[in-house]
T-cell receptor, first 113, second 113 residues
Framework: NAGVTQTPKFQVLKTGQSMTLQCAQD?????MYWYRQDPGMGLRLIYYSASEGTTDKGEVPNGYNVSRLNKREFSLRLESAAPSQTSVYFCASRGRRDQETQYFGPGTRLLVL | GESVGLHLPTLSVQEGDNSIINCAYSNSASDYFIWYKQESGKGPQFIIDIRSNMDKRQGQRVTVLLNKTVKHLSLQIAATQPGDSAVYFC????????????FGAGTRLAVHP
């Protein structure tokens, strides 16, 4: 199993451009999450999806949208990128409700100029 | 408010020594705590977890201690190896709902030969 995979690994955008970050998991997990990680800070939750067909806002959702395409895939979209969105983005997934641990992908490094 | 923080931002140890990484949390309503290891350029990797009704849990070369009285969590790594060099995060988990994780800012562990 590959676990949680993310594409692209690295992206440079100009202010105002849009892009979609892709995430997929092959562990048959129900819940999926998007986090951002900034220097000197822990991970902050952007959006999550408790199950296929549902999405909800996390701690820092402004400027982002998400789509839970199916059980495997959860994408994060920046409609109009801003320099403040320069960060490393991590996707995570979690199994059943009684399984607490979230498993993370390798991350996407995004630079907005 | 909710917060999970770390006492020491950087910890330097000699190879073979034991390492202790500390974490303080402020919210006593959590159900569960997780320690993650993050190597440069990679996503957080699960190390060990502990439920709030326990005070100690051991894994392979790692031990997590939980002191609910003083809201303190520690990760002990025995016989630290160069491969242990990474940033370590503690995360507080609130079960139910979407399984909310509150991450600390991280402690960098540097292992010297």
């Amino acid at each position: 199993n590959a676990g949680v995979t993310q594409t692209p690994k690295f992206q440079v955008l100009k202010t105002g451009q849009s892009m979609t970050l892709q995430c997929a998991q092959d562990m048959n997990h129900n819940s999926m999450y998007w986090y951002r990680q900034d220097p000197g800070m822990g991970l902050r939750l952007i959006y999550y999806s408790a199950s296929e067909g549902t999405t909800d806002k996390g701690e820092v959702p402004n400027g982002y949208n998400v789509s839970r395409l199916n059980k495997r895939e959860f994408s994060l979209r920046l409609e109009s990128a801003a320099p403040s969105q320069t960060s490393v983005y991590f996707c995570a997934s979690r199994g059943r409700r009684d399984q607490e641990t979230q498993y993370f992908g390798p991350g996407t490094r995004l630079l907005v100029l | 408010g909710e917060s999970v923080g770390l006492h020491l931002p950087t910890l330097s140890v000699q190879e073979g020594d034991n390492s202790i990484i500390n974490c303080a949390y402020s919210n006593s309503a959590s159900d569960y705590f997780i320690w993650y290891k993050q190597e440069s350029g990679k996503g957080p990797q699960f190390i060990i977890d502990i439920r709030s009704n326990m005070d100690k849990r051991q894994g392979q070369r790692v031990t997590v201690l939980l002191n609910k009285t003083v809201k303190h969590l520690s990760l002990q790594i025995a016989a630290t190896q160069p491969g242990d060099s990474a940033v370590y995060f503690c995360a507080e988990v609130f079960s139910g709902g979407y399984n909310k994780l509150i991450f600390g800012a991280g402690t960098r562990l540097a292992v010297h030969p």
